[in-house]
């Protein structure tokens, strides 16, 4: 296929299928089906589906950190040892970096914690003196609980992806829990959710829940059934052949690309599942790959796209298709857009982009998210 044709392809006005056209009413769809289909399976089964599915007996997200902290047991929190290393690597001796490091402590609030040491690297990537961003870093900190102030706003939107990261640094798997979420999971397609049911009903009946008795269905199983979902809809979904393998590896980069941003110690973007590609950069391989992955909604286009001003050429947003989120440990919402430039575009699409070749763009893109940021080796080196 010439490059032409699949650039006018992609230069079009944004499709939805007809569950996203009417995405506010999916839901309620949605919630309709499982319910007709406990009252088939008997009067004493009916009730709220939601009341089916176990949550958390914590109340928020911090709460759920401590317990998290506390059952891991560890006298240093990974992320602490993670900063106190990065120092030391960036030329500070043992003990400056333990200095540091007890500024950013946050003991009973990992969460928080979590966000301290993100204001740090923040005002680190910035070139700000060590000892003051330490500083700077403990008052924002503070400041996350004042009502208004714009460090709450920004401790609000981070946080969900600060949590992802406590439970990747202390050995749990992501969570995927709740009606809510098996339906923003399937990506608006109800055979999907089916599957996502179906895939939960299964581990809860090896896990030896009663999910259609007086029980719930527990966490473990609900975030396993999800898991596995995401792996049947990956294999169902690929096409045939080699654009078909070419696809899906090309989606597993993309995964991986987006799973590096989010578990980075300063991500830019929050909750991101999505991407910005201009066509005109994109080898034709690159764009026969991505338009394959479209068509069997492997990716989701996302939104109107845009124009770039200085050139006029149509800007697609793609997301990935939430069914593959839990893959990667992604957020299966539609938030956060990274933008791809050429060789990063090409490195996760075209074919003839080795594995070697798509990890030292990753890479790349990723050092300016995690300590020295671009730093030689000793430049933040202190005397305190």
Known sequence: MKRTRLAASLNRPYWKNTYQQADH???????????????????????????LFERPTESSVEDRARVLCAETGEAIR????????SLIESGLSGAEA??????????????????TLLSF?????????????????????????TAGSKTRESYKHYRKDLYAQILRELG????????????????????????????????????????????????????QGVLEAS?????????????????????????EYLAAHRFA????????????????????????????????????????GRRDRNTGAYHQKYQLNPMLSPLFGLPVVRRGCLSLGSSDANAIFDRDSTDLDFARVRDRRVADLRPPFGQMPGQGRLEL
């Open 25 to 51: 009413k999916y839901g309620d769809f949605c919630r309709g089906i499982v319910r007709r289909r406990l009252e088939a399976l008997g009067p004493s089964i009916v009730r709220d589906p939601e009341d």
């Open 78 to 85: 990974p992320w602490i040892q993670s900063a106190h290393g």
């Open 98 to 115: 333990t200095r540091l490091v007890s500024q950013l402590s946050v003991e009973d609030d990992p969460l928080g914690e979590k966000f």
């Open 121 to 145: 690297y923040r005002l680190w990537a910035d070139g700000i003196d060590l000892k003051v961003a330490a500083s700077r870093a403990a008052e924002l900190s503070q400041d996350r609980v």
């Open 172 to 223: 749990h798997g992501q969570e995927y829990y709740g009606l809510d979420t098996f339906i923003q999971v399937s990506g608006f397609l109800p055979r999907n959710l089916l599957i996502v049911l179906k895939q939960v009903t299964r581990w809860a009946l090896f896990l030896g829940d009663e999910p259609f008795g007086a029980g719930h269905v527990s966490l473990r199983a609900q975030s």
């Open 231 to 255: 792996r049947w809809f990956m294999s169902d979904a690929t096409g045939l052949g080699r654009l078909g393998a070419d696809s899906q590896r090309s989606i597993r980069r993309l995964g």
């Open 265 to 304: 110690e300063k991500p830019v973007e929050v909750e991101c599942s999505q991407v910005e590609v201009n066509p005109q950069v994109l080898t034709s391989s690159s764009m026969e790959c991505l338009q394959e992955a479209v068509s069997h909604s492997l990716l989701l286009e996302s939104g109107t």
